[in-house]
């Protein structure tokens, strides 16, 4: 069953920007918290940036001041706009539902395919 569809990365050059999508299935989206997500190669997933319901945010410092993440609960649909991209910023991008277990945000669903965003010159 697909959950998440990630779409909107591509190849940039760095300083430059991309806005990703997430696509949600089902009825859960208008009242979840929603995160984005990236690993890179050779490197564990990490969580970057996160969204309420109501629309409050939380960044990763690695991204704070340079992505901003937004959503349409009408179109059950969350959005990355990443701005001044760097060579570090290259990685598959995923979205997920989030929770907080035992103190810490964590990941509720199957991961969907993800979204590669590569950064070079």
């Known amino acids: 069953q697909v959950q998440f569809v990630e779409s909107g990365g591509g190849l940039v050059q760095p300083g430059g920007s991309l806005r990703l999508s997430c696509a949600a299935s089902?009825?859960?989206?208008?009242?979840?918290?929603m995160g984005w997500y990236r690993q890179a190669p050779g490197k564990q997933r990490e969580l970057l940036a996160r969204?309420?319901?109501?629309?409050?945010?939380n960044y990763a410092d690695s991204v704070r001041g340079r992505f901003t993440v937004s959503r349409d609960n009408a179109k059950n649909t969350m959005y990355l706009q990443m701005d001044s991209l760097e060579a570090e910023d290259t990685a598959v991008y995923y979205c997920?539902?989030?929770?907080?277990?035992?103190?810490?945000?964590?990941?509720?669903?199957?991961w969907g395919q993800g979204t590669l965003v590569t950064v070079s010159s």
């Open positions: 997920n539902r989030v929770i907080i277990v035992f103190g810490r945000p964590t990941a509720v669903d199957a």
């Open positions: 969204i309420s319901n109501g629309g409050s945010a």
């Open positions: 089902g009825s859960f989206f208008n009242t979840a918290t």
